[in-house]
T-cell receptor, first 115, second 112 residues
Framework: GAVVSQHPSWVICKSGTSVKIECRSL??????MFWYRQFPKQSLMLMAT?????????EQGVEKDKFLINHASLTLSTLTVTSAHPEDSSFYIC???????????FGPGTRLTVT | SQQGEEDPQALSIQEGENATMNCSYK?????LQWYRQNSGRGLVHLIL?????REKHSGRLRVTLDTSKKSSSLLITASRAADTASYFC????????????FGKGTMLLVSP
């Protein structure tokens, strides 16, 4: 199957700082990527849908000014957690949709810990 | 928002036994998918079943779908310790938006 990578795999940062997470589709061009958040022992919650060249669509309750999404190219979407707080500590997973097969492929996730 | 409910929440079995996990959902769907997640890792797509299908097989996996009851089941036969993971169902609705809505998941522990 198609490969989606995320960078970094894990990151620890201090409260108040910003952290950028990258999501790349390695062998296909993804016009649409998705960002999910997963708290321990819980399911994935969709945060936002990222469309190449346009603004992201955020799910209800997700602050767009806090979670900045940039999908500047067909193979890269970034999620920036601004002014991070300990409650932002979570596992962030991206997925990319193959426009030809219409399947979603998930990245390995990024564990964010805010101290 | 989450739509699916899996049961059981957690399941512990011995190697060689079968494991059955159930998923219920609320809205009309285009398809339903099952994913596996090892602890702290990303998701692995297991199988997709469309709304007009009732049963699908893939290796040791068997998935059923009952759209009248809005439910699906995942059966893993002859389980192995390596099957230990969390399993999630996810639905794609008929609303025209192809986003995945995940259930809460079942944690499966297979003991040697």
């Amino acid at each position: 199957g198609a490969v989606v990578s995320q960078h970094p795999s894990w990151v620890i940062c201090k409260s108040g700082t910003s952290v950028k997470i990258e999501c790349r589709s390695l062998d296909f061009q993804a016009t649409t990527m998705f960002w999910y958040r997963q708290f321990p022992k819980q399911s994935l919650m969709l945060m936002a849908t990222s469309n190449e060249g346009s603004k992201a669509t955020y799910e209800q309750g997700v602050e767009k000014d806090k979670f900045l999404i940039n999908h500047a190219s067909l193979t890269l979407s970034t999620l920036t957690v601004t002014s991070a707080h300990p409650e932002d500590s979570s596992f962030y997973i991206c997925s990319a949709r193959d426009p030809l097969l219409y399947e979603q492929y998930f990245g390995p996730g990024t564990r964010l810990t805010v101290t | 928002s989450q739509q699916g409910e899996e049961d059981p929440q957690a399941l512990s079995i011995q190697e060689g036994e079968n494991a059955t996990m159930n998923c219920s959902y609320k809205t009309s769907i285009n398809n339903l998918q099952w994913y596996r997640q090892n602890s702290g890792r990303g998701l692995v797509h297991l199988i997709l079943i469309r709304s007009n299908e009732r049963e699908k097989h893939s290796g040791r996996l068997r998935v059923t779908l009952d759209t009248s009851k809005k439910s699906s089941s995942l059966l893993i036969t002859a389980s192995r310790a390596a099957d230990t993971a969390s399993y999630f169902c996810a639905t794609v609705s008929n609303s025209g938006y192809s986003t995945l809505t995940f259930g809460k998941g079942t944690m499966l522990l297979v003991s040697p």
